[in-house]
C-alpha cells in the first residue's frame, strides 16, 4: 500500500492519491460504491493496475479502521 498511495500538498490539495497519477482514492471507493467491477475500474483508469486499486481499497480500509466511528441514531 505505502508503494502506491501518496498524501502530498501539491497533488489534489494533498488527498490520497495513486502514485505518479492524479487519480484519488475516494474515486476508486466511488467506483466501487458504483457498482463497477475490478476490470471496468481498470479499463477507465488504464494507467492503474490491479495492485494499485488494491492499495487504495487497503488504505481506506487503514484509514476506517484508525478512526473513532460515531453511530448515527
Do not use: F
Not at 502530498?8 to 474515486?27: E, F, L, Q, W, Y
Not at 483508469?45 to 484508525?66: F, K, N, R
Amino acid at each position: 500500500m505505502q508503494d502506491w498511495i501518496i498524501v502530498d500538498p501539491a497533488v489534489c490539495s494533498g488527498k490520497p492519491v495513486i502514485r505518479g497519477t492524479r487519480i484519488m482514492v475516494k474515486n476508486i471507493l466511488g467506483m466501487i460504491a458504483g457498482g463497477y467491477t475490478l476490470g471496468q475500474i481498470l479499463q477507465a483508469y488504464p494507467e492503474l493496475t490491479q495492485e494499485m486499486v488494491e492499495a487504495a481499497l487497503e488504505y481506506a480500509a487503514t484509514v476506517i479502521d484508525e478512526e473513532q466511528v460515531l453511530a448515527h441514531g
